[in-house]
Every structure is written in structure tokens, then in C-alpha cells.
């Protein structure tokens, strides 16, 4: 089974710099997407996930400290590496402040940035690492069997489960208590990059209520939560 690739977000209006990170990030392995100002970086990160950000800070239309949180006030908690020719200490922690994970000065090595992404991505990937919830699950008066793809519903009756509402229905289980943004649901089920609507996990969800909530119309369970995604409680 091949390794999927991290996704990396190039922000930078400085095109020679644009064009070196990005073929060395892509000689690293990653998939690179690129945007040159603010408003198309935003756009960027409205339709795709990404497993980084780099991102400059001066940038033409909107800079990269009000990109970065214009992010982090949508609850996406992507890691953002910040590139700047500011190297007074109080701008360093003003671009922590504001959301960014890390903070490197121009001009700087590029050895020392790809570690820096390695290490970002990394860190990333283990904090999304939940502990597994095994091959069933019981809440309520409801059974899921992920591993025979049914489950026994509320009021006893039982119903089969498509692979990817099982593989939903596992990722929201094992992230109870957290509101699961979209962007993240497509990438982690459906394996999509980039994706045209959410309103196939609306219709999910609409069925999860159907199978395991007494009344659909106020679901204990499954929740909506408007602009950012989805939550299980229990």
C-alpha cells in the first residue's frame, strides 16, 4: 500500500522563492499547491485539506498575519510555518500569537526549513492519532460492528453499513467530545484533496440520526455544527 503524500500549501509573492520551495518540497515528496497573495491562499485552504502552510507574511491584498487568523478563527487548526524578512523578536511573537506554529526568518537555510516541515507534519499527524475504539462500539441501546459493517439500531433492528459510513462512523467514535471539520472528514474517508460539497456527509449524518437516535429531530448523539462540521457525543 503506497504512502500518501502530505500536502503543502506555498503561500509566497516572491516567485524565485515560490519556485525553489516548491521544487524542493516536491523533491521531498510532498504535493505542493501554490498561491501568491492572501485572498487565493484563503480560497486555497476554503476547498482543500492541507498537512501545512508556508507562509509568508507580506503578501499583496491581505498579509499573512490576517490570512493565518482568518484560519485559526474558522477552527482549522492546519500547522503554519511563517516566513518573514522581520527578525525583531516582538514580530516573531506576534506571528506565534496569531496562530502560526513555527517562525523563520529570511533569508534562511533550506535544510534547516525542511526539517522544520518534516518535523511540523509530523508532530501533526500523531496529535490527530486517536485511540482506536476496536471492532465495536456500544452507546445507548445501539451496537456498531466496524469489522462486519452492521450495526443494531435502537430499537433492535439491524442494518448494514457501507464502508465508508463505517470508516464515519469511526472517525467521529474516536473523536467524541471534538467537532470534526469537513475538510477533514473528505480527506480522512473519502480521500479527496480537493472537493466539490459536504452534502454527502450531510446525507451520512441524516442517516446515523435515522439509525441510532430516538428522535431524529434532536439527535443526543450525531451533531451538526454549522460552518465547521461534525461532533459525536455520548
Not at 162 to 174: G, N, Q, R, T, Y
Amino acid at each position: 500500500m503506497a504512502i500518501e503524500k502530505a500536502n503543502i500549501l506555498i503561500v509566497e509573492d516572491e516567485l524565485n522563492l515560490h519556485e525553489a520551495l516548491k521544487l524542493n518540497l516536491e523533491m521531498e515528496g510532498y504535493e505542493v499547491t501554490s498561491a501568491f497573495d492572501g485572498n487565493e491562499a484563503l480560497k486555497n485552504v476554503e476547498n482543500a485539506y492541507f498537512d501545512l502552510i508556508i507562509m509568508d507574511i507580506m503578501l499583496p491584498e491581505l498579509d499573512g498575519i490576517s490570512v493565518t487568523e482568518s484560519i485559526r478563527v474558522h477552527n482549522n487548526e492546519v500547522p503554519i510555518l511563517m516566513l518573514s524578512a522581520k527578525n525583531a523578536p516582538a514580530d516573531k511573537v506576534l506571528g506565534l500569537k496569531k496562530g502560526a506554529d513555527d517562525y523563520l526568518t529570511k533569508p534562511f537555510n533550506l535544510d534547516e526549513l525542511l526539517i522544520r516541515v518534516s518535523k511540523l507534519i509530523e508532530k501533526n499527524k500523531r496529535l490527530q492519532v486517536k485511540e482506536s475504539v476496536g471492532d465495536q462500539y456500544k452507546f445507548g441501546n445501539n451496537l456498531i460492528d466496524f469489522k462486519a459493517q452492521d450495526a443494531i439500531t435502537w430499537n433492535g433492528q439491524r442494518v448494514d453499513l457501507s464502508k465508508k459510513e463505517a470508516m464515519l462512523l469511526k472517525l467521529l467514535i474516536e473523536n467524541k467530545g471534538e467537532v470534526v471539520t469537513r475538510e477533514k472528514i473528505l480527506q480522512v474517508v473519502w480521500g479527496y484533496n480537493v472537493y466539490p460539497t459536504t452534502r454527502t456527509i450531510d446525507n451520512f449524518i441524516l442517516s446515523f440520526r435515522k439509525y441510532f437516535e430516538e428522535d431524529s429531530r434532536n439527535p443526543v448523539y450525531f451533531h451538526s455544527v454549522r460552518g465547521v462540521g461534525y461532533k459525536y457525543t455520548d
